[in-house]
């Protein structure tokens, strides 16, 4: 069974830092894409930024110069640095990876549960 846990979220400061990381775990043949998505009450999902294996990224462009998306593949772990934070990014964020858990199971998307980023002063 895959799994994917957020953690780091939380309240900072708005020009505040938080570092987010999303640890997949269980049956792991192979994983492409990493990413991270947020929804803020009353708006949909969207994407913040995303990772391929190898090491290629993407960002939203509202994100740009202020957040950095890694991947440490040894440990099938995604990061999220964000800097400089402001009170729209205030959201739920969530992880996703695009992987396949055997040679019997096609590629699919599993997500994380989501953690709560609130910035505030």
């Known amino acids: 069974q895959v799994q994917l846990v957020e953690s780091g979220g939380g309240l900072v400061q708005p020009g505040g830092s938080l570092r987010l990381s999303c640890a997949t775990s269980?049956?792991?043949?192979?994983?492409?894409?990493m990413g991270w998505y947020r929804q803020a009450p009353g708006k949909q999902r969207e994407l913040v930024a995303a990772i391929t294996g190898g090491g290629s990224t993407n960002y939203a462009d509202s994100v740009k110069g202020r957040f950095t998306i890694s991947r440490d593949n040894t440990k099938n772990t995604v990061y999220l640095q964000m800097n400089s934070l402001k009170p729209e990014d205030t959201a739920v964020y969530c992880c996703?990876?695009?992987?396949?858990?055997?040679?019997?199971?096609?590629?699919?998307?599993?997500w994380g549960q989501g953690t709560q980023v609130t910035v505030s002063s």
């Open positions: 996703n990876a695009f992987l396949r858990s055997s040679y019997a199971s096609p590629w699919s998307v599993y």
């Open positions: 269980g049956s792991i043949l192979s994983l492409d894409v």
